[in-house]
């Protein structure tokens, strides 16, 4: 997986010579040489050799508009099994979750969301034609090295929030259009349901729909976009003695109503998307107080213990009890989970840059309200606390 520095300078000139259009680094040749030669000042050459490997794919895109760039040192790339680093679509689509529309400063500090540039239907089936997000926490300092007055003041540190693990940059720098984090180890694609809640230890929850609801697995596999709010296994345990009162039907029922189908809220749209179905068919709302976040749906009530768990077709949500609402409404479920649908298909350019409640609301929801009845959910989930509250149960 090593090049030599002329060939890696030679194929990048090549390719740059023969790309019409002009980037925001000026002239493509230009932009191609200096970006090899910031990533080999920076030694990151195992980044270097794979950037050329893919140049086709990347140059086009960071030359256009501003990025935010997650850059893996040598030593993270070589941590790397082997049947990873032999999959050529597996590397190259990795390499664009590393890349993000725009700059995390500008859309302003803490918990922020931002979507990749990773869009291929293998890793990523969301609605809408939506790219995968990454979930970050900045550290609010920030600075500039001048290369580029367009650029916002960039924040010093930025962790990568995943579903088992965080990842903090050690470095930050500057080159052209693009903001550039080190970061110590490769970020992971987010996976499926299934394989996200078996590694984040959400043993009773993965059993639990096995067990009560096995027609729902396959469908929540495949659906275009889910929400799922996911009872932590504490959670389960202190709810057995009212599970063990309902039936089969019942208990699958209260599985679906922890479920939205077709629809993707993060915690930043949360506050502003109205009453929306679960896929049970009952009403499901957001609210918050001094104490956090909440969901509701009927008489039950369960606060986020923790927010934005990416997976393939969505996003999960833990929260601290079960959702005891037993209701089903099979008409109203399906006529969400339709208006979803349709709201998913009507999109069809590529969505990018900041997930925020000013932008588009998920789909199939009401859009995001404004003025002083909105609510700002995020500032309710402080996720260093919460991770921290939960990490023996999440990161067992």
């Known amino acids: 997986m090593k090049f030599s520095t002329a060939a890696i300078i030679a194929a990048l000139f090549a390719l740059a010579s023969a790309q019409n259009s002009t980037g925001s680094g000026g002239n493509s040749t230009q932009y191609a040489a200096g970006l090899l030669q910031a990533l080999q000042a920076a030694n990151l050459t195992t980044l270097a050799s794979l950037a050329q490997a893919n140049a086709a794919t990347l140059l086009p895109l960071l030359q256009n508009g501003n990025h935010t760039v997650f850059a893996p040192s040598n030593e993270?790339?070589?941590?790397?099994?082997?049947?990873?680093?032999?999959?050529?679509?597996?590397?190259?689509?990795?390499?664009?979750?590393?890349?993000?529309?725009?700059?995390?400063?500008?859309?302003?500090?803490?918990?922020?969301?931002?979507?990749?540039?990773?869009?291929?239907?293998?890793?990523?089936?969301?609605?809408?034609?939506?790219?995968?997000?990454?979930?970050?926490?900045?550290?609010?300092?920030?600075?500039?090295?001048?290369?580029?007055?367009?650029?916002?003041?960039?924040?010093?540190?930025?962790?990568?929030?995943?579903?088992?693990?965080?990842?903090?940059?050690?470095?930050?720098?500057?080159?052209?259009?693009?903001?550039?984090?080190?970061?110590?180890?490769?970020?992971?694609?987010?996976?499926?349901?299934?394989?996200?809640?078996?590694?984040?230890?959400?043993?009773?929850l993965v059993g639990a729909l096995q067990q009560y609801a096995p027609q729902a697995v396959p469908a929540l596999a495949s659906a275009r976009g889910i929400t799922v709010f996911a009872p932590v296994d504490s959670a389960f345990q202190a709810a057995m003695s009212m599970i063990g009162q309902l039936n089969q039907t019942q208990i699958a029922d209260v599985l679906l109503n922890h479920v939205l189908n077709g629809t993707v809220a993060y915690s930043t749209q949360l506050g502003s998307a109205g009453n929306l179905t679960t896929a049970g068919g009952a009403p499901i709302s957001f609210m918050t107080n001094s104490t956090?976040?909440?969901?509701?749906?009927?008489?039950?009530?369960?606060?986020?213990?923790?927010?934005?768990?990416?997976?393939?077709?969505?996003?999960?949500?833990?929260?601290?009890?079960?959702?005891?609402?037993?209701?089903?409404?099979?008409?109203?479920?399906?006529?969400?989970?339709?208006?979803?649908?349709?709201?998913?298909?009507?999109?069809?350019?590529?969505?990018?840059?900041?997930?925020t409640a000013t932008g588009s609301s998920p789909s199939g929801s009401s859009k995001p309200s404004s003025g002083a009845g909105s609510l700002d959910i995020t500032k309710s989930l402080t996720l260093g606390g919460a991770l921290a509250a939960v990490g023996a149960l999440v990161f067992a």
Do not use: C
Request: neutral net charge; without cysteine.
């Open 76 to 204: 993270a790339f070589a941590a790397l099994p082997q049947n990873v680093t032999s999959n050529q679509a597996l590397v190259a689509n990795t390499l664009l979750y590393h890349v993000y529309s725009g700059d995390l400063m500008s859309n302003g500090s803490g918990h922020q969301i931002l979507r990749s540039a990773l869009n291929d239907s293998m890793y990523v089936q969301l609605p809408g034609n939506q790219s995968q997000v990454g979930v970050f926490m900045t550290n609010g300092n920030s600075s500039s090295n001048g290369n580029n007055s367009s650029m916002s003041m960039m924040p010093q540190q930025v962790t990568w929030i995943g579903a088992t693990q965080n990842v903090t940059s050690t470095m930050a720098t500057q080159y052209q259009n693009l903001n550039v984090y080190v970061v110590p180890q490769v970020l992971s694609i987010p996976m499926n349901l299934t394989a996200t809640a078996q590694a984040a230890g959400l043993t009773n």
């Open 292 to 355: 956090g976040a909440f969901v509701k749906t009927s008489n039950a009530t369960a606060q986020i213990i923790r927010a934005d768990i990416p997976i393939s077709n969505g996003v999960v949500h833990l929260i601290g009890s079960v959702l005891a609402n037993a209701e089903s409404n099979p008409q109203a479920a399906a006529s969400a989970a339709s208006s979803a649908s349709k709201a998913g298909a009507s999109q069809t350019g590529m969505q990018t840059g900041a997930v």
